[in-house]
C-alpha cells in the first residue's frame, strides 16, 4: 500500500522567514497523484494543490511554491515570507490511480509567530 | 464552498453503546468517504461509496459499518463504541471522473468523544 510520511511533527517560524514543509511518499504505481491540505485552527481540511505522477514541473502559487522530485519520492511545500495565518496542521497526501484509497501523511503543524 | 454538512458535530457516548454519524452533501458527487483524525496519524480511511448502495471498506474499517441509501446521504454507524473510536471523524466527496485524481471536499467533522 501507497505510503507518506511527513518526518516533521512541528515547526514553529518567525513571521516573514521561509519554511518548508517535506513529504516523502512510497508507490509501486506509476500513475498516482500527490495533494497537499491544509487545517488551520478552525478545523476544517482546505485544499491546497495536486500534482501528477507525469508532471515534476514546480509550481507557484503566491507565497506558496511546490518541489516535486520523483527521483527522491518527495513533494515539498514551501511558504516564503511566512504569515501568521499560515499556521496551521499541513497534510501531504497520495493517491493511486488503482485505487480510492487516499492516503494522509501524519501532519506537520506549523507556528509562525509574530 | 462545498457542500457538506456533518451531524451531530459533537457527541460523547457511553462504550457499548451504538453510535450513527451522518453526512450531507448538496453537491450531487458520486463519491463519499469517511476518515477518522487522530495525533500521530492524519487522517484515515474507514470506508467510501462510489454510489447509492455501493461502499467498500478502507484502511480501519473493522468496528465501522457505513449505508448509503440516497446520493446525499452517507451514514456511519459505530454498532458498540468502544473508547479507542475517540477521534474526529470527517466526511469527504469527490466529483466522479477519476476519483484518484480529483481533490476532496471535506465537512466540518464530528468530535466524538466513548466513555
Known amino acids: 500500500a501507497q505510503k507518506v510520511t511527513q518526518a516533521q511533527t512541528e515547526i514553529s517560524v518567525v513571521e516573514k522567514e521561509d519554511v518548508t514543509l517535506d513529504c516523502v511518499y512510497e508507490?509501486?504505481?506509476?500513475?498516482?497523484?500527490l495533494f497537499w491540505y491544509k487545517q488551520p485552527p478552525s478545523g476544517e481540511l482546505v485544499f491546497l494543490i495536486r500534482r501528477n505522477s507525469f508532471d515534476e514541473q514546480n509550481e507557484i502559487s503566491g507565497r506558496y511554491s511546490w518541489n516535486f522530485q520523483k527521483s527522491t519520492s518527495s513533494f515539498n511545500f514551501t511558504i516564503t515570507a511566512s504569515q501568521v495565518v499560515d499556521s496551521a496542521v499541513y497534510f501531504c497526501a497520495l493517491s493511486e490511480a488503482r485505487n480510492n484509497d487516499m492516503r494522509f501523511g501524519a501532519g506537520t503543524r506549523l507556528t509562525v509567530k509574530p | 464552498d462545498a457542500g457538506i454538512t456533518q451531524s451531530p458535530r459533537h457527541k460523547v457516548t457511553e462504550t457499548g453503546t451504538p453510535v450513527t454519524l451522518r453526512c450531507h452533501q448538496t453537491?450531487?458527487?458520486?463519491?463519499m468517504y469517511w476518515y477518522r483524525q487522530d495525533p500521530g496519524h492524519g487522517l484515515r480511511l474507514i470506508h467510501y461509496?462510489?454510489?447509492?448502495?455501493?461502499?467498500d471498506k478502507g484502511e480501519v474499517s473493522d468496528g465501522y459499518s457505513v449505508s448509503r441509501s440516497k446520493t446525499e446521504d452517507f451514514l456511519l454507524t459505530l454498532e458498540s463504541a468502544t473508547s479507542s473510536q475517540t477521534s474526529v471523524y470527517f466526511c469527504a466527496i469527490s466529483e466522479s471522473i477519476s476519483p484518484a485524481y480529483n481533490e476532496q471536499f471535506f465537512g466540518p467533522g464530528t468530535r466524538l468523544t466513548v466513555l
Open positions: 508507490t509501486r504505481d506509476t500513475t498516482y497523484y
Open positions: 461509496s462510489y454510489g447509492v448502495k455501493d461502499t
Open positions: 453537491e450531487n458527487h458520486r463519491y
